[in-house]
């Protein structure tokens, strides 16, 4: 609540001074937020040449500027602007971990060690909490705005690749002792796997797969340029082989339709709301259920017959036999029953692994994975968060409501077989849906 005039008089000069000083920097913050967001979205749409650029110049370490200026950002808004009571609530349990990580983890390691792995692990985090933030202090319209342009470069990226091989394609390099690479250069089944101007095709899909439903979201938008939309991006996705995106083009436009059909013939307003709620929870259950099916070796089949070029079901196949079963392995090897119930922590699994326990290295590919064996039990409100929420912009705004929908069904329909929060543009979904529940 604003102080009143007469408060202001009362507390002279200096407070004046104090509060405009305070609303100078969160006009400053608010201000940052936006161009931390674009800054880390152009360097993921772009980070193939970014790095290939910074590499070529000999300083790599310009590639990481971006996330390091969100960073930044992020501590300014945690400490200057007003933000909601669920954002602190959700650092709560992000410290609250951090600490029992150490506790956890420093049987087995330096404690300077498990502070590295717990700083690193909060850094992949960035996008997430910048998502959070950016949605609290009501900025998120920026992501819907500039989809379309985003979009097209995303999309202009692997269809140039179809004719021009990238100079960067499979190049590395090193920084802090580790390889890393500027830009995958693999293939399925004898088809190469384009990346457009992205470091991983998987990556560019992800990108091409999210805008294209925020844009089959937009109300005011013609149908046939969706139509057209969503066939380009079917095509450039097709292109770089990804198969969880391509599923996602089938998935969350059947689920808009449905909504919509709902609402057109259903006698009860609310109907279409629980209709939309049904498909959110049918999805989330199946993240969760495969993963917990796989240790059953339930999945397990033959993959001869399941082969069409580069349509194959052997990846999905090779996490259930092998990646998420490792991924419940970590907690088990640890010998620790606490674990089962509050996860390994901050880094137990991920790309924090990479450098701190690199022969245990785990990416879980489900968000469900990751999330529980992070924080075991605890993975049930990040759930619970991003499903909540819905039924007031339900209420109050219709076409927000169908954008977030499209947002959490896409989110979730990625995390049956990504793990989402190590991946730029999803985790920063990802923060803005949680921090939708937040009333």
Known sequence: MQPSHAQLVSYGPRANVKLSARRSLETIIRRALPIAVLALVYNDIFGAVIRFVAVTVGAP????????????????????????????????LFASYAYYTCLV?????????????????LYTWTPFFLGLVLASLDLAGLFARASLLWWSFAVA????NTFLKFPWTGTTFEVLGQQAQVARDWTTNGVDRLAGFSRASFAAANQIALFSMVLAARARMHALVKVLIWAVSVLAIALTTSKTPLMLMVVVP?????????????????????VAMLILLSLLATTVALPCASTTQDLLASTTASDFGFLTLSSLLDRASTMWPAAFELIASDKNPIEWVLG??????????????????????????????????????FGVAILAGFKKYYDRDRGTFTQLFALAASVL????????????IPALVTGMLVAKSFD
Do not use: H
């Not at 983890?105 to 692990?121: H, R, Y």
């Not at 808009?256 to 629980?274: K, Q």
């Open 254 to 274: 059947a689920a808009l339709l449905s909504v919509r059909c709902t609402r057109i013939f259903a006698a009860r307003d609310e109907f279409p709301f629980y």
């Open 413 to 424: 329909t990625l995390g049956i077989a990504t793990n989402v929060i190590e991946s730029v």
């Open 157 to 160: 990226g692997v269809i140039v």
């Open 105 to 121: 983890g420093g049987a087995n390691t330096s404690l300077l060690t498990q502070l590295s792995s717990v700083g690193f692990a």
């Open 344 to 381: 390994r922590g901050l880094g137990g699994i991920g790309a924090a692994q990479a450098i701190f326990e690199p022969l245990k290295v785990n990416s879980a590919d489900n968000l469900f994975v990751f999330l529980y064996v992070s924080f075991g039990l605890g993975s049930l409100l």
């Open 61 to 92: 370490w310009l590639s990481y500027a971006p996330m390091l200026f969100a960073v930044f950002v992020v501590i300014a808004a945690l400490c200057l602007a007003r933000l909601p009571r669920g954002v602190w609530l959700t650092l709560g």
